[in-house]
């Protein structure tokens, strides 16, 4: 199994980015799937989880910037973010295969190589 995230890149501080995760070898549409980052010398922490029914968790400092969706058509998930800050800086991973919604790393199986994110100000 693999997940293959893109999307990242350099943009300005309020600008927008879409990042896309597709994964191979297998279908995630009964498991929660999410995205995480991690910036330099910090832990990987959750940015926005969502379970296989769409409801949804935001770590609050995206609320209303970042919206996560997914296309189980096409085994996709997408992270929209908008309104990017410089703080949100980071590598952006790609997880999946939880059986329920969690915002805890450890909850996912699967991971994607990460894509980076570089907001400047």
Known sequence: VQ????GGGLVQAGGSLRLSCAPSGRTF????????RQAPGKEREF??????NRRIYYRDSVKG???ISRDNAKN???LQMNSLKPEDTAV???AAG??????????YAYWGQGT??????
């Open 92 to 94: 952006y991973y790609c």
């Open 29 to 36: 549409s009964s498991y929660a799937m999410g995205w995480f």
């Open 76 to 78: 996709t998930l997408y």
């Open 98 to 107: 939880a059986n329920y919604l969690t915002t805890d790393v450890d909850g």
């Open 3 to 6: 997940l293959q995230a893109s």
């Open 65 to 67: 910037r970042f919206t």
């Open 116 to 121: 980076l994110v570089t907001v400047s100000s």
């Open 47 to 52: 940015v926005a989880v969502m379970n296989w």
